[in-house]
């Protein structure tokens, strides 16, 4: 079933199920998209970003990448790109008069999105949320869950958690959250099933609770994302977004890993004569500058030519990527086998070097301890909740742990995975520091 770009542009807004209306406000300074952008830009959960980790825990080098300063570099590349895209489409459907602009905003804000939903300490707490559940699932606070929303825990994806964020959290809490536009809530979408899927597939990847699994149906149903066999694929312009992530953590790491003295210049020298070509290095590392100046110009020339391929293979793939059977990702499709090797190559440098290095480990290691100890309080407090239907009846401790939550503290009238779910988004929206100060408080080790 191919695609329509009117559909596909969908600038309705959800409010609730009965109230799913087109942005009436869409003025030529301040358009829907762009009010997309400003909603994420000024939300809280965007904000926390600044003390979450992207690589490298609790980092006292100020220089270092934290998830803020990632995101934005990565919506700046998705900006270009989008801009990019909207030029393609109004030469290829000019009947539809595409705002280039539009595009960029779109893509941009979904880059903004896209690690809203990572737990502090980076992907390394998500493990820990994982494993958690997974070696406590036989618990009585636990067994009584369903599969499918036992599976939500299990394989717990911060892609998931953007998507709850900026539909249900942020701003209006269980009220349509930010209301983004349909456009840009699809383009946010990587993984466009449930948590179901990661059996078949063996990966934690999936993009939606089953909370929000009829909100993510009206989406995906209004931008015309299904499929002839009834599933849903991805909006085109999602693997932009995830292709401007690909080539700015593929790069951006080995940089922050150069400036703390976990790699070298031999190491990077081979990966840039791939990306940037030999003669282009060679100059450059002849020029009067520091050693970290050399890496960042090279990690800046690099992105810019990465950026200009990922183009040219959305553009000569552009019947796939809207066709029912479309491709995994865009790096894959690279036909400049250089650009394709040097980005391989700087993920198994990463892999190598960087996320083995011994401060890095030890910093997980403590990770590991402080999300368990909020698990450990917080889960069985939130059942004994469940169970006692008010606070004031809770022993002590678990009263008090839960009163840590503030307004996040479960509704003792929801479901069991309903509160639960709160925990998580609680722990979730901790910077690394919070989380640190929290453990510590239920340790009895505060200030």
């Given at each position: 079933m191919l695609l329509d770009w009117n559909n596909l542009l969908c600038k309705k807004r959800f409010y609730s199920f009965e109230e799913i209306k087109v942005d009436k406000y869409d003025d030529f300074y301040r358009n829907s998209f762009h009010k997309d952008y400003d909603r994420i830009i000024f939300s809280n959960s965007f904000r926390r970003l600044s003390k979450k980790t992207q690589v490298h825990p609790l980092s006292k080098n100020d220089h270092v990448h934290n998830r803020l300063t990632h995101s934005l570099e990565v919506a700046s590349v998705g900006r270009s790109l989008g801009l990019r895209a909207g030029e393609f489409l109004n030469k290829k459907f000019p009947e539809i008069k595409v705002n280039p602009y539009d595009i960029a905003y779109i893509v941009q804000t979904a880059c903004l999105s896209h690690d809203i939903g990572n737990p502090?300490?980076?992907?390394?707490?998500?493990?820990?949320?994982?494993?958690?559940?997974?070696?406590?699932?036989?618990?009585?606070?636990?067994?009584?869950?369903?599969?499918?929303?036992?599976?939500?825990?299990?394989?717990?994806?911060?892609?998931?958690?953007?998507?709850?964020?900026?539909?249900?959290?942020?701003?209006?809490?269980?009220?349509?959250?930010?209301?983004?536009?349909?456009?840009?809530?699809?383009?946010?979408?990587?993984?466009p099933y449930s948590s179901a899927n990661c059996k078949i597939s063996g990966k934690s990847k999936f993009n939606y609770f089953q909370s929000e699994k009829d909100f993510f149906k009206s989406v995906f149903d209004e931008l015309k994302l299904v499929k002839e066999d009834g599933t849903y694929k991805r909006h085109p312009l999602s693997?932009?977004?995830?292709?401007?992530?690909?080539?700015?953590?593929?790069?951006?790491?080995?940089?922050?890993?150069?400036?703390?003295?976990?790699?070298?210049?031999?190491?990077?020298?081979?990966?840039?004569?791939?990306?940037?070509?030999?003669?282009?290095?060679?100059?450059?590392?002849?020029?009067?500058?520091?050693?970290?100046?050399?890496?960042?110009?090279?990690?800046?020339?690099?992105?810019?030519?990465?950026?200009?391929?990922?183009?040219?293979?959305?553009?000569?793939?552009?019947?796939?990527?809207?066709?029912?059977?479309?491709?995994?990702?865009?790096?894959?499709?690279?036909?400049?086998?250089?650009?394709?090797?040097?980005?391989?190559?700087?993920?198994?440098?990463?892999?190598?070097?960087?996320?083995?290095?011994k401060r890095k480990i030890e910093l997980e290691l403590g990770a590991y301890n402080i999300i368990e100890t909020l698990l450990n309080n917080l889960i069985p407090a939130t059942y004994e909740l469940y169970e006692k239907k008010e606070l004031s009846k809770l022993s002590f401790r678990n009263k008090r742990a839960l009163e840590l939550m503030g307004e996040d503290l479960p509704n003792e009238d929801k479901s069991l995975y309903t509160m639960y779910q709160r925990v998580i988004d609680y722990i979730v929206g901790m910077t690394d520091n919070y989380a640190k100060y929290v453990a510590n408080q239920l340790n009895g080790m505060g200030d």
């Open positions: 502090p300490f980076g992907h390394a707490g998500e493990e820990v949320i994982k494993e958690w559940f997974k070696n406590h699932k036989k618990k009585k606070y636990l067994k009584t869950l369903s599969k499918k929303k036992m599976n939500d825990f299990l394989h717990l994806d911060g892609n998931a958690q953007s998507f709850r964020i900026v539909s249900q959290l942020e701003n209006n809490m269980f009220s349509g959250g930010i209301s983004l536009t349909f456009a840009t809530l699809g383009t946010l979408i990587k993984y693997f932009l977004m995830e292709a401007s992530d690909d080539i700015c953590y593929g790069l951006l790491d080995l940089q922050d890993a150069f400036e703390l003295n976990i790699i070298d210049e031999n190491d990077v020298r081979k990966i840039f004569e791939l990306l940037c070509e030999e003669e282009i290095v060679s100059k450059v590392y002849e020029e009067n500058i520091s050693k970290l100046k050399k890496v960042s110009k090279l990690v800046a020339i690099s992105i810019d030519k990465l950026a200009r391929h990922v183009m040219e293979v959305f553009e000569s793939n552009y019947d796939e990527i809207i066709s029912d059977n479309q491709p995994s990702d865009l790096i894959d499709r690279f036909s400049h086998q250089k650009l394709k090797d040097g980005l391989k190559e700087a993920k198994r440098l990463a892999k190598d070097k960087i996320f083995n290095e």
